[in-house]
């Protein structure tokens, strides 16, 4: 017998008749009711079991949930012809939020990444030169991410060649395997990449080694070299010799680096530099190599040892340390290591570097919420809720265990504003998409939006008390490299 659900709901009602109610008789019908009810109940949930997929029945339920008001047809009328960040943007949110921070870091110009994936990169050398222009009161300074980025593909490439070496005693189906043969390349990264790349290569400023079109677009080079390497990584996988495995990735590198200078351009090995005072006035001429520039200039600062990646997961344990397998920029290089805090430890963390003058590495989910014309993240910002007639109540630990949401571009962290309590109201960081995007190149986010969507800042040492450092000395944890949370920030 097949149930139609308006017998179902039929009944229902029936049983929830006052004249059913005060009568001995009725209970004893409004009992039999209640089991035929049952009975028609689990007949149509087997019914659907059956095959799992929508009936008539079930569309004919679906159905009944769909209205026909005024506010309904408008909502559909305006949703077919135009953008939903348009019509969710919330008019009440509109003023422009208050620019003023009380503790900000002391920095100059704003960079552009371009149509490229290296926030990560852009965002570390921001950091250092943050801190070089307030030293030296100089009048303006970028160093040269093209430089580093050639360094960055090629480590990348002998990272993916290598990986290969060590898993081709496994099937091309393994998990692993899988995962090096889908993502052999990349231009995100983070920030050990910055450190080991910096540490190993040095820095040149950005007029040594400027840009061009294809660092500024680098998906077409990319995706070139991307092919070479799956190609290189089979015959790697089929070598039985480890004499001639060698000599062959060693062949194969200098095929991708010989694409990489046609596209990118020859990375220098040594350079002039004259540095001018805040006037722009010539000091002194020096020559460096790329190592020696940043010696001079940063040699008390070790990229390696004087920074700990603290990030908020809610979905993992607080104050573990976790190691992300294969997650690095450098073969010889370090994986991403972090110590995982509760939110409230890792603002009071990034308002002591701030306060102390020292801009810090930051990345979080910055497509959520973010109202460019203004240059703000707010969770204000858009009422999706209202727009589509349903709620959106997953939190931080549920978006990131289902892959709603997760970090996705790095930024440099620059201020903070603090209320009489010392508690923060809002956050800003500089971005690497252009003076004219954003607010004056910068982006700045409420205190709630911080909490919902930031995931790792990057902290110097000093900032952190002993008690928490103490947290390092244990072994981290490791987690695959395909795990949700560590896709590279673009």
């Not at 004249?19 to 009810?37: D, N, P």
């Not at 997953?394 to 209320?419: C, P, W, Y």
Request: aromatic share 10%.
């Amino acid at each position: 017998m097949v149930i139609d659900n308006r017998d179902i709901v039929g009944l229902s009602k029936l049983l929830d008749n006052p004249i059913f109610i005060f009568t001995q008789k009725t209970k004893t019908m409004k009992k039999i009711i209640t089991l035929a009810l049952a009975l028609m109940t689990v007949g149509t949930l087997s019914a659907q079991k059956d095959n799992g997929g929508i009936t008539a029945e079930m569309l004919q339920e679906i159905r009944t949930g769909q209205t026909n008001s005024q506010a309904e047809k408008a909502a559909r009328n305006a949703l077919a012809l135009n953008a939903i960040p348009e019509l969710a943007t919330n008019a009440e949110n509109l003023a422009m939020i208050d620019t003023h921070f009380s503790h900000r870091v002391r920095t100059k110009g704003i960079t552009d990444q371009h149509q490229s994936g290296r926030c990560w990169l852009f965002t570390g050398l921001n950091v250092l030169r943050a801190k070089m222009i307030d030293d030296l009161d100089l009048p303006s300074l970028e160093f040269s991410q093209n430089y580093l980025f050639v360094y960055d593909q090629l480590e990348k490439s002998n990272l993916f060649l290598q990986a290969v070496i060590d898993t081709k005693h496994l099937p091309m189906d393994d998990r692993k395997v899988e995962w090096l043969f889908k993502n052999p390349l990349n231009d995100g990264g983070q920030f050990t990449g910055v450190s080991n790349l910096v540490m190993k290569y040095g820095v040149v400023p950005a007029e040594v080694m400027p840009e061009n079109y294809q660092s500024n677009n680098t998906a077409q080079v990319g995706n070139l070299i991307k092919l070479k390497l799956r190609e290189f990584g089979l015959k790697l996988r089929e070598q039985k010799d480890r004499r001639s495995t060698v000599a062959l990735k060693t062949e194969m590198l200098k095929e991708i680096y010989s694409m990489l200078v046609r596209a990118y351009g020859v990375p220098p090995t040594e350079f002039e530099w004259t540095r001018h005072d805040k006037d722009g006035n010539p000091i002194e001429t020096k020559r460096y190599t790329p190592k020696s520039f940043y010696q001079e200039y940063f040699g008390d600062i070790d990229l390696e040892k004087n920074f700990v990646m603290v990030m908020n997961d809610p979905t993992r344990e607080y104050h573990k340390v976790y190691e992300i397998e294969y997650d690095r920029h450098v073969y010889d290089g370090d994986n991403w290591v972090y110590l995982n805090l509760p939110i409230e430890e890792v603002k009071a963390l990034a308002i002591a570097s701030i306060k102390d003058n020292t801009a810090m590495y930051f990345s979080c989910d910055v497509g959520k919420f973010l109202l460019s014309k203004k240059g703000t993240l707010d969770i204000n910002n858009f009422d999706y809720e209202s727009l589509m007639g349903v709620e959106f109540p997953m939190n931080k630990e549920q978006r990131v265990r289902t892959f709603a949401s997760g970090s996705s571009h790095a930024m440099t962290l620059i201020a903070v504003d603090l209320d009489e309590e010392g508690n923060p109201k809002k956050w800003m960081v500089e971005n690497s998409w252009g003076a004219n995007s954003g607010w004056k190149g910068n982006l700045i986010m409420t205190d709630e939006w911080f909490e919902e969507y930031m995931f790792r800042v990057v902290i110097d040492k000093k900032y952190i008390p002993a008690e928490t450092l103490k947290l390092l000395e244990q072994k981290p944890i490791q987690l695959p490299s395909w795990d949700p949370m560590f896709a590279y920030e673009e």
